[in-house]
């Protein structure tokens, strides 16, 4: 029996659609995509939001790239089996490349702002000594919020934060994804990404 073709326009084909091209394409990293029955938590809640109700399952892929690439660079990737280090940085640039180069085909500038700080801003976090990883997974769930609900000033102060005072800056960006999934009724997708990001 072969497996069914996974959808873009469905936004919990995300991390399919991702493997399937970069299984096609035929490229050095191909050979290494495993398949996978991860969930795509984050690109479902970007995908419900008001804000991407023009192409949901896009940005749900974009998103869905994109954290795959940290992953790669900073994590557990879901859709490579073990690359080693050198494989495994080459891949998470690409996948931030297709995330970013799919999100430019959708017009959306603010986005695209968004999602490199978003990059830029995990990797200083990263680099840090020790990690902040709650600071992490709070910028990673709230700039989902955003992209799903609306991107306002208090997330964008919150982000900013980070830098100088990651603890105080990441209950901001908890509490402020919070109040806005409650408002869009996406209480309970954000609670799902909070938990995966903090695995």
Same mark, same amino acid.
């Given at each position: ?120 801003? !995990?990797?200083? $976090?990263? &680099? =840090?000594?020790?990690?902040?990883? #709650?600071?992490? @997974? *709070?910028?990673?769930?709230?700039? %989902? ?7 306002? !000033?208090?997330? $964008?102060? &919150? =982000?900013?934060?980070?830098?100088? #005072?990651?603890? @105080? *800056?990441?209950?901001?960006?908890? %509490? ?24």
């Amino acid at each position: 029996m072969t497996e069914t073709q996974p959808d873009p326009a469905n936004p919990a084909d995300a991390l399919r659609v991702i493997g399937h091209q970069l299984v096609t394409e035929g490229s050095v990293i191909s050979p290494k995509i495993v398949p996978t029955d991860a969930d795509p938590v984050f690109g479902k809640l970007v995908a419900a939001g008001p804000r991407a109700a023009k192409a949901p399952g896009e940005y749900a892929i974009v998103f869905e790239a994109i954290r795959e690439g940290f992953l790669l660079h900073y994590g557990t990737p879901r859709l490579m089996d073990k690359p080693e280090s050198n494989l495994a940085l080459l891949a998470g640039d690409y996948l931030y490349a297709l995330g970013l180069g799919r999100l430019s085909a959708l017009d959306d500038p603010e986005a695209v702002a968004v999602l490199a700080d978003l990059v830029a801003i !995990s990797a200083d $976090l990263c &680099a =840090r000594n020790p990690v902040s990883a #709650d600071a992490v @997974a *709070a910028l990673w769930v709230a700039t %989902a919020t955003s992209l799903a609900t609306g991107i306002d !000033s208090g997330f $964008l102060e &919150a =982000r900013q934060q980070l830098r100088s #005072d990651p603890i @105080a *800056a990441a209950g901001r960006l908890a %509490a402020g994804a919070e109040q806005a999934a409650e408002a869009a009724g996406l209480r309970d997708k954000v609670r799902l990404c909070a938990a995966s990001a903090s695995q």
